[in-house]
């Protein structure tokens, strides 16, 4: 299955439309605008709240936590590097690999089958990725292991 992941430009938070590849939007996401650290609410297509994103505010390294159903499943956290973006997965079998300065990464679980990969467009407005995800029951934690690592990569641009 393929998602296609936008960011939409002109918004005072943010916000991603989450569409399929026939172009059916499946979920979206919204920023809330004055809060202390980052935090992302994601909806199905009927307007429920099925997922909650947000910042750990202090802490050394971004740290993301993923929640789903009121439930704390993984966290997002940017390792510390030189030269290089890294990201650790806590809470899942999970593991990102690939090139962080092009926006290609591929998610494996720990038998070293892949989960999912994630692609970033180039020359847009706003962020777009690609998101194939090869197991439909991962759909909703892919998707919110990507927008977490969209929220850390603006956040060290911003720190830049």
């Known amino acids: 299955m393929k998602l296609y992941m936008k960011q939409k430009v002109f918004s005072w938070a943010d916000k ?9 939007t499946r979920f979206s996401a919204e920023g809330e605008l004055f809060s202390w650290g980052k935090k992302l609410h994601i909806y199905d297509n009927v307007g429920r709240e099925v ?71 180039w020359f847009t407005w706003g962020d777009s990725y690609e998101l ?3 197991d439909p029951d991962n759909t909703l934690l892919c998707l919110c292991v990507a927008l977490a690592v969209d929220c850390a990569v603006a956040q060290s641009q911003d720190n830049n």
Do not use: C
């Open 132 to 134: 194939e995800i090869f």
């Open 16 to 24: 991603f439309n989450v569409a399929d590849e026939y172009g059916t």
């Open 51 to 121: 997922a909650f994103i947000r910042q750990k505010v202090m802490s050394w390294l971004p740290r993301y936590y993923v929640e789903i159903n009121g439930v704390t499943v993984a966290s997002v956290v940017k390792e510390f590097t030189f030269f290089k973006q890294s990201y650790r997965l806590e809470g899942l079998p999970w593991r990102m690999e690939g090139d962080f300065w092009a926006h290609d990464y591929v998610m494996y679980d720990d038998s070293s089958h892949e989960i999912m990969r994630m692609k970033k467009a």
